[in-house]
């Protein structure tokens, strides 16, 4: 029988481009998401693609009585928590809601995965955890710096939470992925990121631009001791990304984790300039874009990008996407979304 896995923010961007990635592997997954930044109807799209239709429930995960509901009427095997706040200005705006929202989700799938013997746990991080970085590319071994954000900040204990409550037991193991820049759509141009709060990230906000949402739009500082001035980020493709969710559950049920608790760096370990990005943007789809030079970002760091080798060694995985592709695919699912 096909295993369950519950995958937490499955309407949103990382966790539906997931669900397809996990339905080509043979499993079932089963989405849960209170809808805060994202909607339902995406699941029609994964639908489309891939012509299952996915189990969701609309639930907040703070609410602990109604998200064991969920535990009592499926056997989950893994749990993939990808629900989270993530916009790291406005964490820094409304920090309670960010520590309170984060971290309470993050405790009860954690405690309710451990009640009801779930195998696998599989949870969201970023690179974020590393801070103000030195130098790249990083491995899993570079120490953490302080976070930039509350944010950054509730990932660093999301990852400790997890590390202290699995140190102790070898029932349920866990892998931490961290996450460079995550961008780009589904190939089939029928899934994308679909924010319903203005887009902040690069990638999103190039192709509102592009297509007229937006008048213009703002480079973050041109004066960072960068090859072109512009800050350094490793984009990575979200359908790369969300394989390594697979790979990485395949990984712990195959009994292949010793360790109760292992982390891997997702990124391309290749650094893209802003500068880059648009051009490669511009020269991928033949339109130019309107933007202007503006003051640095507060907090944004200069240059992070991944060393991945540990990802590739232990799960096997082989990131195929690059930057024109990244390029390609949102820009598609840009013009797709605006009509929907
Ligand atoms: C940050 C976090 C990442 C997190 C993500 C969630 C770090 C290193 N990364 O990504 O972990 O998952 O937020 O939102 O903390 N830029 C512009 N103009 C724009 C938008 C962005 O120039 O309109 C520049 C930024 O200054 C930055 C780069 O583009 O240099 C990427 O920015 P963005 O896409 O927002 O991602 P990060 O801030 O790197």
Redesign the pocket.
């Known amino acids: 029988m096909s295993k369950k896995v519950l995958v937490t923010g499955g309407t949103g961007y990382i966790g539906s481009h997931t669900i397809i990635d996990l339905i080509e592997n043979g499993f079932t997954p089963i989405s849960v998401d209170n809808g805060v930044n994202s909607m339902a109807s995406i699941l029609d799209q994964v639908s489309s693609i891939t012509g299952i239709t996915v189990e969701h429930y609309n639930i907040d995960l703070c609410d602990f009585a109604k998200t064991e509901q969920i535990f009592k009427e499926h056997e989950i095997t893994g749990v993939i928590h990808f629900a989270a706040l993530?916009?790291?200005g406005e964490s820094v705006e409304q920090p309670l809601r960010y520590f309170k929202n984060n971290i309470d989700s993050l405790l009860t799938v954690l405690e309710l995965s451990q009640k009801y013997q779930v195998k696998a746990f599989i949870f969201s991080s970023?690179?974020?955890v590393y801070g103000d970085v030195l130098s790249s590319p990083v491995t899993e071994e570079t120490p953490m710096q302080e976070a930039?954000?509350p944010?950054?900040r509730t990932k660093q204990i999301g990852e400790q939470i997890i590390s202290d409550t699995l140190a102790h037991q070898n029932k349920l193991k866990a892998v931490l992925l961290r996450?460079f820049?995550?961008a780009g759509a589904h190939t089939s141009g029928l899934l994308g990121e679909a924010p319903s709060t203005p887009a902040?990230?690069?990638?999103p906000?190039i192709t509102e631009t592009a297509i007229g949402k937006r008048e213009s739009?703002?480079?973050?500082?041109t004066d960072y001791d960068t090859r072109d001035g512009?800050?350094i980020?490793d984009y990575i493709h979200v359908m790369d990304l969300a394989h390594a969710h697979t790979l990485a559950l395949q990984h712990i049920l195959s009994g292949k984790q010793d360790q109760p608790v292992d982390i891997y760096n997702l990124g391309i370990g290749q650094g893209a300039t802003?500068l880059e990005v648009i051009k490669a943007f511009e020269e991928t789809t033949q339109i130019k874009l309107n933007y202007q030079i503006a003051p640095r970002?507060p907090g944004?760091?200069m240059a992070?990008f991944a060393n991945y080798d540990k990802a590739k060694e232990k799960l096997g995985w082989n990131p195929k996407y690059k930057i024109q592709d990244i390029m390609r695919t949102a820009w598609v699912w840009e013009q797709k979304r605006t009509k929907l």
């Open positions: 993530k916009a790291v970023s690179c974020t930039a954000s944010y950054g996450y820049n995550p902040a990230n690069l990638v906000v739009m703002s480079i973050f500082g512009s800050c980020r802003v970002r944004d760091i992070i």
